[in-house]
Protein backbone atom coordinates (compact mmCIF):
# COMPACT_ATOMS: atom_id res chain seq x y z
CA UNK A 1 0.00 0.00 0.00
CA UNK A 2 0.92 3.13 -0.76
CA UNK A 3 -0.90 5.64 1.00
CA UNK A 4 -1.84 8.65 -1.43
CA UNK A 5 -2.92 10.59 2.02
CA UNK A 6 -2.32 10.93 5.70
CA UNK A 7 -5.91 9.66 7.49
CA UNK A 8 -6.50 11.74 10.34
CA UNK A 9 -3.79 11.43 13.21
CA UNK A 10 -2.82 12.74 16.83
CA UNK A 11 0.64 13.34 16.78
CA UNK A 12 1.38 11.20 19.96
CA UNK A 13 3.35 13.72 22.13
CA UNK A 14 0.57 16.18 21.61
CA UNK A 15 -1.98 14.05 22.42
CA UNK A 16 0.10 13.55 26.01
CA UNK A 17 0.41 17.52 25.92
CA UNK A 18 -3.51 17.83 25.13
CA UNK A 19 -4.86 16.68 28.46
CA UNK A 20 -4.81 19.58 29.83
CA UNK A 21 -7.67 20.25 27.55
CA UNK A 22 -10.01 17.18 28.53
CA UNK A 23 -8.26 14.83 26.45
CA UNK A 24 -7.85 11.08 27.61
CA UNK A 25 -4.58 10.40 28.75
CA UNK A 26 -3.05 6.84 27.90
CA UNK A 27 0.61 6.14 26.99
CA UNK A 28 1.49 2.38 25.76
CA UNK A 29 1.24 -0.02 23.06
CA UNK A 30 -2.35 -1.64 22.95
CA UNK A 31 -2.04 -5.33 22.70
CA UNK A 32 -4.73 -7.31 21.08
CA UNK A 33 -4.59 -11.04 23.18
CA UNK A 34 -4.93 -9.47 26.94
CA UNK A 35 -5.96 -6.21 28.70
CA UNK A 36 -3.42 -7.70 31.38
CA UNK A 37 -1.21 -5.09 32.37
CA UNK A 38 1.86 -7.13 33.08
CA UNK A 39 1.54 -8.80 29.34
CA UNK A 40 4.20 -7.99 27.14
CA UNK A 41 5.91 -5.93 30.14
CA UNK A 42 9.54 -7.86 30.34
CA UNK A 43 11.75 -8.34 27.39
CA UNK A 44 10.73 -10.46 24.73
CA UNK A 45 12.60 -13.67 23.89
CA UNK A 46 12.84 -17.06 21.91
CA UNK A 47 12.51 -15.61 18.31
CA UNK A 48 11.96 -11.97 19.32
CA UNK A 49 15.13 -12.11 21.52
CA UNK A 50 17.17 -8.77 20.65
CA UNK A 51 14.55 -7.32 18.29
CA UNK A 52 14.78 -3.79 19.88
CA UNK A 53 13.60 -3.47 23.60
CA UNK A 54 17.71 -3.41 24.34
CA UNK A 55 17.94 -0.02 23.02
CA UNK A 56 14.96 1.72 24.08
CA UNK A 57 15.81 4.46 27.00
CA UNK A 58 13.59 6.77 29.21
CA UNK A 59 13.26 10.32 27.44
CA UNK A 60 10.61 12.61 28.67
CA UNK A 61 7.60 10.56 28.93
CA UNK A 62 8.29 8.62 26.70
CA UNK A 63 11.03 6.70 24.88
CA UNK A 64 14.30 6.91 22.77
CA UNK A 65 16.55 4.82 20.95
CA UNK A 66 20.52 4.21 21.05
CA UNK A 67 22.11 4.89 17.63
CA UNK A 68 25.67 5.32 18.60
CA UNK A 69 28.21 5.62 21.18
CA UNK A 70 26.57 8.70 22.57
CA UNK A 71 23.57 9.09 20.52
CA UNK A 72 20.33 8.36 20.86
CA UNK A 73 16.90 9.34 18.20
CA UNK A 74 13.57 10.26 19.22
CA UNK A 75 10.77 12.60 18.29
CA UNK A 76 11.44 16.49 17.94
CA UNK A 77 7.67 17.04 18.81
CA UNK A 78 8.68 15.47 22.41
CA UNK A 79 10.64 19.03 23.05
CA UNK A 80 13.59 18.55 25.33
CA UNK A 81 16.68 20.79 26.07
CA UNK A 82 20.19 20.10 26.49
CA UNK A 83 20.96 19.14 30.49
CA UNK A 84 17.83 17.01 30.46
CA UNK A 85 17.72 13.13 31.72
CA UNK A 86 18.25 9.95 29.36
CA UNK A 87 17.65 6.93 31.29
CA UNK A 88 19.32 3.74 29.67
CA UNK A 89 20.03 0.60 31.09
CA UNK A 90 20.25 1.77 34.94
CA UNK A 91 22.26 5.13 34.22
CA UNK A 92 21.30 8.43 33.87
CA UNK A 93 22.62 10.42 30.75
CA UNK A 94 22.86 14.40 31.13
CA UNK A 95 21.76 15.28 27.21
CA UNK A 96 24.48 17.49 25.97
CA UNK A 97 23.37 18.50 22.09
CA UNK A 98 20.01 17.98 20.38
CA UNK A 99 20.23 18.42 16.49
CA UNK A 100 17.14 18.27 14.19
CA UNK A 101 17.18 16.60 10.67
CA UNK A 102 14.86 19.79 8.84
CA UNK A 103 11.84 19.06 7.78
CA UNK A 104 11.19 15.96 9.54
CA UNK A 105 10.29 14.59 13.39
CA UNK A 106 13.22 13.35 13.90
CA UNK A 107 15.83 14.67 16.78
CA UNK A 108 19.14 13.02 17.70
CA UNK A 109 20.47 13.71 21.02
CA UNK A 110 24.07 13.25 21.99
CA UNK A 111 24.51 12.56 25.61
CA UNK A 112 27.77 12.77 27.80
CA UNK A 113 29.23 9.42 28.45
CA UNK A 114 29.10 6.51 26.72
CA UNK A 115 26.68 3.63 25.57
CA UNK A 116 28.14 0.36 25.56
CA UNK A 117 25.99 -0.76 22.42
CA UNK A 118 23.41 0.44 19.90
CA UNK A 119 21.01 -0.56 17.30
CA UNK A 120 21.67 -1.26 13.43
CA UNK A 121 19.68 1.01 11.28
CA UNK A 122 17.24 -0.25 8.24
CA UNK A 123 18.86 1.22 5.38
CA UNK A 124 16.78 -0.88 2.78
CA UNK A 125 13.47 0.70 1.62
CA UNK A 126 11.60 -2.74 1.21
CA UNK A 127 9.90 -2.41 4.46
CA UNK A 128 6.33 -3.41 3.39
CA UNK A 129 5.40 -6.84 4.47
CA UNK A 130 8.01 -7.27 6.71
CA UNK A 131 7.48 -8.08 10.46
CA UNK A 132 7.69 -5.45 13.33
CA UNK A 133 8.29 -4.85 16.71
CA UNK A 134 7.03 -2.15 18.40
CA UNK A 135 7.66 -0.31 21.83
CA UNK A 136 5.83 2.29 24.43
CA UNK A 137 5.32 2.97 27.59
CA UNK A 138 2.26 3.49 29.16
CA UNK A 139 -1.81 3.05 29.24
CA UNK A 140 -3.29 0.13 29.53
CA UNK A 141 -6.56 -1.33 27.12
CA UNK A 142 -9.79 0.32 28.14
CA UNK A 143 -13.28 -0.41 27.65
CA UNK A 144 -14.62 -2.72 25.26
CA UNK A 145 -15.91 -1.55 21.85
CA UNK A 146 -18.23 -4.14 20.77
CA UNK A 147 -17.30 -5.76 17.43
CA UNK A 148 -14.78 -2.67 16.82
CA UNK A 149 -12.06 -2.97 20.07
CA UNK A 150 -11.31 -0.59 22.65
CA UNK A 151 -11.19 2.63 23.66
CA UNK A 152 -7.61 3.83 25.37
CA UNK A 153 -7.60 2.74 28.94
CA UNK A 154 -5.44 4.31 32.11
CA UNK A 155 -1.99 6.04 32.31
CA UNK A 156 0.57 3.38 34.26
CA UNK A 157 4.29 4.60 32.65
CA UNK A 158 4.82 0.75 31.89
CA UNK A 159 7.27 -0.20 28.83
CA UNK A 160 5.39 -2.41 26.84
CA UNK A 161 5.76 -4.35 23.36
CA UNK A 162 4.14 -5.31 20.43
CA UNK A 163 3.96 -6.93 17.01
CA UNK A 164 2.57 -6.36 13.54
CA UNK A 165 3.38 -6.09 9.83
CA UNK A 166 4.73 -2.53 8.06
CA UNK A 167 1.53 -1.89 5.56
CA UNK A 168 2.53 0.86 3.41
CA UNK A 169 3.76 4.50 3.48
CA UNK A 170 3.04 7.81 2.88
CA UNK A 171 5.29 10.12 0.48
CA UNK A 172 6.83 13.09 1.35
CA UNK A 173 4.50 15.64 -0.36
CA UNK A 174 1.73 13.81 1.75
CA UNK A 175 3.00 14.43 5.41
CA UNK A 176 4.35 17.56 7.34
CA UNK A 177 7.11 15.69 8.46
CA UNK A 178 8.56 13.80 5.32
CA UNK A 179 7.85 10.03 4.72
CA UNK A 180 6.47 7.94 7.09
CA UNK A 181 5.69 3.98 7.40
CA UNK A 182 2.43 2.92 8.25
CA UNK A 183 0.85 -0.17 9.93
CA UNK A 184 -2.89 -0.81 10.86
CA UNK A 185 -4.77 -2.69 14.24
CA UNK A 186 -6.22 -5.34 12.10
CA UNK A 187 -7.12 -7.43 14.76
CA UNK A 188 -6.64 -10.75 13.00
CA UNK A 189 -2.64 -10.88 13.55
CA UNK A 190 -2.04 -12.90 16.49
CA UNK A 191 -2.54 -12.43 20.28
CA UNK A 192 0.75 -9.58 20.46
CA UNK A 193 -0.47 -7.27 17.58
CA UNK A 194 -0.17 -3.71 18.40
CA UNK A 195 -0.99 -0.28 17.76
CA UNK A 196 -0.07 2.99 19.02
CA UNK A 197 -1.45 5.18 21.83
CA UNK A 198 -0.42 8.38 23.10
CA UNK A 199 3.24 8.69 24.17
CA UNK A 200 4.50 6.06 21.91
CA UNK A 201 6.27 9.21 20.21
CA UNK A 202 10.33 8.49 19.61
CA UNK A 203 9.83 4.84 20.24
CA UNK A 204 12.10 2.76 17.61
CA UNK A 205 10.14 0.55 15.27
CA UNK A 206 12.54 -2.40 14.44
CA UNK A 207 12.13 -4.84 10.77
CA UNK A 208 13.23 -8.37 10.80
CA UNK A 209 15.63 -7.76 7.47
CA UNK A 210 16.81 -10.10 5.37
CA UNK A 211 19.66 -11.03 7.42
CA UNK A 212 18.08 -12.88 10.45
CA UNK A 213 18.85 -9.12 12.63
CA UNK A 214 16.00 -6.76 13.73
CA UNK A 215 17.02 -3.30 12.56
CA UNK A 216 15.67 0.60 13.61
CA UNK A 217 12.99 1.19 10.78
CA UNK A 218 10.78 3.46 11.80
CA UNK A 219 10.44 6.24 14.67
CA UNK A 220 7.05 6.50 17.01
CA UNK A 221 5.34 9.83 15.31
CA UNK A 222 1.23 9.68 15.36
CA UNK A 223 -1.87 7.40 15.24
CA UNK A 224 -5.24 7.63 13.75
CA UNK A 225 -7.56 9.36 16.19
CA UNK A 226 -9.92 9.90 17.92
CA UNK A 227 -13.57 8.75 17.09
CA UNK A 228 -16.91 8.84 17.53
CA UNK A 229 -20.07 7.63 15.70
CA UNK A 230 -22.02 10.74 16.42
CA UNK A 231 -20.16 14.39 15.67
CA UNK A 232 -22.37 16.05 18.92
CA UNK A 233 -20.58 13.43 21.12
CA UNK A 234 -17.39 13.83 22.66
CA UNK A 235 -14.94 11.62 20.47
CA UNK A 236 -12.08 9.19 22.05
CA UNK A 237 -8.98 7.35 21.03
CA UNK A 238 -8.92 3.58 20.21
CA UNK A 239 -7.40 0.95 19.14
CA UNK A 240 -10.42 -0.34 17.26
CA UNK A 241 -9.90 -3.28 14.39
CA UNK A 242 -13.29 -1.64 12.48
CA UNK A 243 -13.58 2.14 12.40
CA UNK A 244 -15.50 1.53 9.55
CA UNK A 245 -18.45 4.35 9.53
CA UNK A 246 -16.61 6.35 12.59
CA UNK A 247 -15.55 10.09 12.29
CA UNK A 248 -12.21 10.33 12.85
CA UNK A 249 -10.56 13.70 14.20
CA UNK A 250 -11.25 16.48 17.12
CA UNK A 251 -14.55 18.71 16.82
CA UNK A 252 -14.34 20.63 13.73
CA UNK A 253 -12.24 18.82 12.14
CA UNK A 254 -13.59 15.13 11.52
CA UNK A 255 -13.30 13.00 8.99
CA UNK A 256 -15.94 10.48 7.96
CA UNK A 257 -14.24 6.99 7.32
CA UNK A 258 -16.35 4.96 4.62
CA UNK A 259 -18.48 2.09 5.44
CA UNK A 260 -16.79 -0.38 3.11
CA UNK A 261 -16.72 -4.06 2.50
CA UNK A 262 -13.68 -4.72 4.09
CA UNK A 263 -13.43 -3.77 7.81
CA UNK A 264 -10.17 -0.97 8.63
CA UNK A 265 -8.39 -0.81 11.52
CA UNK A 266 -6.74 1.94 13.48
CA UNK A 267 -3.65 3.38 11.84
CA UNK A 268 0.14 3.67 13.21
CA UNK A 269 2.62 6.03 11.88
CA UNK A 270 6.31 6.46 12.09
CA UNK A 271 9.08 8.54 10.53
CA UNK A 272 11.05 5.92 7.91
CA UNK A 273 14.90 5.51 8.92
CA UNK A 274 16.01 4.18 5.73
CA UNK A 275 14.71 7.97 4.26
CA UNK A 276 17.55 9.18 6.34
CA UNK A 277 20.14 6.19 7.38
CA UNK A 278 22.61 8.42 5.55
CA UNK A 279 22.28 11.33 8.13
CA UNK A 280 21.70 9.60 10.81
CA UNK A 281 24.82 7.20 10.67
CA UNK A 282 26.82 10.57 10.26
CA UNK A 283 25.37 12.02 13.38
CA UNK A 284 26.02 8.87 14.98
CA UNK A 285 29.47 9.01 14.57
CA UNK A 286 30.08 12.47 16.25
CA UNK A 287 32.73 12.69 18.88
CA UNK A 288 33.04 12.92 22.95
CA UNK A 289 31.36 16.52 23.36
CA UNK A 290 33.70 19.52 23.96
CA UNK A 291 34.12 20.05 27.65
CA UNK A 292 32.83 16.89 29.38
CA UNK A 293 35.15 14.15 30.81
CA UNK A 294 36.19 11.45 29.63
CA UNK A 295 36.55 8.38 31.68
CA UNK A 296 39.28 5.62 31.04
CA UNK A 297 40.10 2.18 32.50
CA UNK A 298 42.07 -0.70 32.24
CA UNK A 299 42.38 -4.12 33.79
CA UNK A 300 46.16 -3.03 34.83
CA UNK A 301 47.74 -0.17 36.09
CA UNK A 302 50.54 -0.96 33.70
CA UNK A 303 48.67 -1.73 30.63
CA UNK A 304 46.84 0.58 27.99
CA UNK A 305 43.50 2.72 29.36
CA UNK A 306 40.82 3.09 27.09
CA UNK A 307 37.58 4.64 26.92
CA UNK A 308 35.68 2.48 28.95
CA UNK A 309 32.27 0.72 27.31
CA UNK A 310 29.63 2.14 29.19
CA UNK A 311 29.30 5.58 31.54
CA UNK A 312 27.30 8.38 32.26
CA UNK A 313 28.24 11.88 33.34
CA UNK A 314 26.28 14.19 35.45
CA UNK A 315 28.30 17.79 34.98
CA UNK A 316 25.76 19.42 37.35
CA UNK A 317 26.47 16.74 39.86
CA UNK A 318 29.95 16.26 39.38
CA UNK A 319 29.42 12.72 38.92
CA UNK A 320 30.02 9.43 36.73
CA UNK A 321 28.02 6.62 36.85
CA UNK A 322 29.71 3.35 35.69
CA UNK A 323 27.82 -0.35 35.36
CA UNK A 324 28.96 -2.68 38.25
CA UNK A 325 30.95 -5.24 37.65
CA UNK A 326 33.14 -8.36 39.38
CA UNK A 327 35.80 -7.46 36.90
CA UNK A 328 38.84 -5.32 38.58
CA UNK A 329 39.41 -2.16 36.88
CA UNK A 330 41.35 1.04 37.13
CA UNK A 331 39.74 4.34 36.12
CA UNK A 332 41.21 7.69 35.38
CA UNK A 333 39.40 10.85 33.49
CA UNK A 334 40.27 12.12 30.80
CA UNK A 335 39.57 16.32 29.41
CA UNK A 336 38.71 17.53 33.56
CA UNK A 337 41.35 19.07 36.03
CA UNK A 338 41.71 19.41 40.00
CA UNK A 339 39.60 16.05 39.99
CA UNK A 340 39.38 14.44 44.00
CA UNK A 341 37.40 11.54 44.44
CA UNK A 342 34.62 12.05 47.27
CA UNK A 343 32.50 8.97 47.63
CA UNK A 344 31.67 5.20 45.50
CA UNK A 345 28.76 3.62 46.23
CA UNK A 346 27.12 0.17 44.96
CA UNK A 347 24.72 -1.50 42.39
CA UNK A 348 25.38 1.40 39.78
CA UNK A 349 29.02 1.95 40.18
CA UNK A 350 28.70 5.95 41.30
CA UNK A 351 32.27 7.74 41.30
CA UNK A 352 32.02 11.42 42.53
CA UNK A 353 34.31 14.13 41.66
CA UNK A 354 35.13 17.21 41.46
CA UNK A 355 36.33 19.48 38.64
Not at 118 to 133: D, H, I, Q, S
Not at 234 to 249: E, I, K, N, S, V
Request: glycine share 14%; net charge neutral; aromatic share 10%.
Amino acid sequence: MKAGWLRFAVILGAWILGCSLGLPVARAIIVLGSGDPTRNAAPPSGALDASGWQWQGRWQFALGTVIGPRQFVTARHLGGAPGDVFEFRGLHYRTVVLTNRPGTDLNVVTVAGRFADFAPLNTGTREVGRPLMLFGRGGRRGQVVPGRGWWVGDYDGVQRWGTNTVKGSVAVNRSPVGELLVFDFSGSAGADEGIYSGGDSGSGAFVLDRDGLWKLAGVGYAVEGPYTSDTNAAPQHGALFDTRGLWAGLPGSQEWLPDGAAATGTLGYMTRVSSHAAWLTLQASAQPPAGWPVLESAADLRGAFAEEAAYSVDGDQRRIQVPESTAVRFFRVRGASNLQLRSISSGVCTLQFDW
